[in-house]
């Protein structure tokens, strides 16, 4: 199966009082954490979309410029779909597509090859999701057949409409704790920091 991978990398961050995706995790970045586990999870085609703080990030990524590409959403402060929306356009030729919170750095990539395994094992299935003690996290696995609707998702409309409108049609996969944890706030950062000092971020 041809998978690609949209990265959400366009927020403010206003929470965190900084650009939390180039804070440090271990000996990288968070958005180098990010992509280098999309490239060991065998994912073809990766996009990061950016909005604010854009030359700082696009400095960041620039030895990446070629094997990733970057998509600009001017209207990043819409949220999460406009961003969605924004990389689905650049993305070409895939299967599927994984959507990808750019502030979730600790992406394993044994999960990531399960969940496409699990739904390339099951054509029926238009959604795969990581589950951990009953809640459904983050990444989300996108068939192909769902791409237009998402395009044409409304500013008042989330991602979420997608998922409820074909829950007949979703499969989980049990996951570990990090998959329903992001960063908005020093806090969270600190959790996700101590999560991966400790190794818990796998099964």
Same mark, same amino acid.
């Given at each position: ?15 965190? +009082? ?20 999309? %490239?060991?999870?065998?994912? =073809?085609?990766?996009? /990061? ?7 700082? @990030? ?7 410029? +070629?094997?990733?590409?970057?998509? $600009? =959403? ?9 961003? &969605?929306?924004? +990389?689905?356009? /650049?993305?070409? +030729?895939?299967? !599927? /597509? &994984? ?22 094992? =099951?054509?029926?299935? $238009?959604? /795969? ?12 696995? &996108? ?9 044409? $998702?409304?500013? %008042? ?5 997608? @998922?409820?409108?074909? %829950?007949?049609?979703?499969?989980? @996969?049990? !996951? ?28």
């Amino acid at each position: 199966m041809i998978v690609g991978a949209v990265v959400l990398a366009a927020g403010k961050s206003e929470r965190m +009082g900084q650009n939390k995706l180039l804070l440090p995790l271990g000996e990288k970045l968070l958005i180098d954490q990010v992509l280098d586990s999309l %490239a060991a999870a065998g994912v =073809n085609e990766q996009v /990061v979309v950016l909005g604010h703080d854009l030359e700082k @990030v696009i400095a960041s990524l620039k030895p990446r410029l +070629g094997k990733v590409k970057i998509a $600009l =959403n001017v209207e990043y402060e819409k949220g999460m779909v406009s961003s &969605f929306q924004t +990389g689905l356009w /650049v993305l070409s +030729g895939i299967e !599927a /597509v &994984f959507l990808i919170l750019g502030d979730e750095p600790i992406l394993d990539p044994s999960l990531l090859q399960k969940m496409t395994q699990t739904m390339e094992s =099951n054509p029926e299935t $238009l959604i /795969v999701s990581p589950i951990y003690r009953s809640k459904k996290g983050h990444p989300l696995l &996108f068939r192909r057949q769902l791409f237009g609707e998402i395009l044409s $998702l409304k500013e %008042a409309q989330t991602i979420r409409d997608i @998922v409820h409108a074909h %829950a007949d049609r979703l499969v989980t @996969v049990e !996951a570990p704790e990090w998959t329903t944890i992001d960063i908005d706030t020093p806090e969270d950062y600190a959790r996700i920091v101590e999560l991966f000092k400790t190794g818990r971020q796998v099964n």
